[in-house]
């Protein structure tokens, strides 16, 4: 079953806790946090003390993205603040199977996210240790681009990789997620879809949640 991980990017931040609640009450997976640091992405958004205030409005898992230029320096700040998963970007990490294991050493989930430019044969050496794979289909920052279409070769190739290695991780895609691009991510084999804009600026977020697990003909 395909899960729908809500991202707050484009939620109401000044009503937080009620938008958190208000995409449970209509069906998502989980709460995906989108954590920039205006140096890795042209973007500044929450901190650890942001996650630790509506951790407790809801029981739903939180992914943090970390898009910062040093996951190794804040990863902790995050876990420590209610953060289920970590991810974080192969392009800001040297040494990734290290960093993978310290944030499993913590008790959270961690995995890697690869940016549109980066071919996916970089994360290979690396899949193995990884509970989850992130592929970004806009170029990370802001809420609202569209979809990158070669990112459906980067799923199906992660797909094939997990199956011949006899591997579990899940395949997440974030970004230009609609009712048309999430048929074509969960056919090129995603098992979660992060989507922002979409839910949170639909007139019924339950309906819209429904439309991105709904099969066209």
């Given at each position: 079953?395909?899960k729908?991980?809500?991202?707050?990017?484009n939620?109401?931040?000044g009503?937080?806790?009620?938008?958190i609640?208000?995409?449970?009450?209509?069906?998502v997976?989980?709460?995906?946090l989108?954590?920039?640091d205006?140096?890795?992405?042209?973007?500044l958004?929450?901190?650890?003390q942001v996650v630790?205030?509506?951790?407790?409005?809801?029981t739903?898992?939180?992914?943090a993205h970390?898009?910062?230029t040093d996951?190794?320096?804040?990863?902790?700040?995050?876990?420590?603040?209610?953060?289920?998963?970590?991810?974080?970007?192969?392009?800001?990490a040297p040494?990734?199977?290290e960093?993978?294991?310290?944030?499993?050493e913590?008790?959270?989930?961690a995995?890697?996210v690869?940016?549109?430019?980066?071919p996916?044969?970089t994360l290979?050496p690396y899949l193995e240790?990884?509970?989850?794979?992130?592929?970004?289909?806009?170029?990370?920052?802001f809420?609202?681009?569209?979809f990158?279409?070669?990112?459906?070769k980067k799923i199906?190739?992660?797909?094939?990789?997990?199956k011949?290695?006899g591997?579990?991780?899940?395949i997440?895609v974030?970004?230009?997620?609609n009712?048309?691009?999430?048929q074509?991510c969960?056919?090129?084999?995603?098992d979660?879809l992060?989507a922002?804009?979409?839910?949170?600026r639909?007139?019924?977020i339950?309906?819209?949640?429904?439309?991105?697990?709904?099969?066209?003909?």
């Amino acid at each position: 079953m395909v899960k729908i991980a809500a991202s707050i990017l484009n939620a109401d931040f000044g009503n937080l806790a009620s938008e958190i609640k208000r995409a449970e009450r209509a069906g998502v997976n989980l709460i995906h946090l989108d954590i920039m640091d205006g140096h890795f992405v042209p973007n500044l958004t929450i901190g650890p003390q942001v996650v630790e205030s509506i951790r407790s409005y809801t029981t739903l898992p939180f992914e943090a993205h970390l898009m910062v230029t040093d996951p190794d320096k804040y990863f902790s700040a995050f876990v420590k603040a209610g953060s289920n998963l970590v991810l974080f970007h192969i392009e800001t990490a040297p040494q990734p199977v290290e960093l993978l294991k310290k944030i499993k050493e913590t008790g959270a989930r961690a995995g890697l996210v690869l940016n549109p430019e980066t071919p996916i044969e970089t994360l290979f050496p690396y899949l193995e240790e990884c509970d989850q794979i992130l592929v970004m289909s806009v170029h990370p920052g802001f809420g609202g681009q569209r979809f990158i279409d070669s990112s459906l070769k980067k799923i199906s190739s992660l797909k094939a990789q997990r199956k011949n290695l006899g591997l579990k991780f899940q395949i997440e895609v974030d970004g230009g997620i609609n009712q048309k691009t999430a048929q074509e991510c969960r056919k090129a084999g995603s098992d979660i879809l992060v989507a922002g804009t979409y839910l949170f600026r639909a007139k019924d977020i339950k309906r819209a949640v429904a439309s991105l697990l709904k099969k066209q003909g």
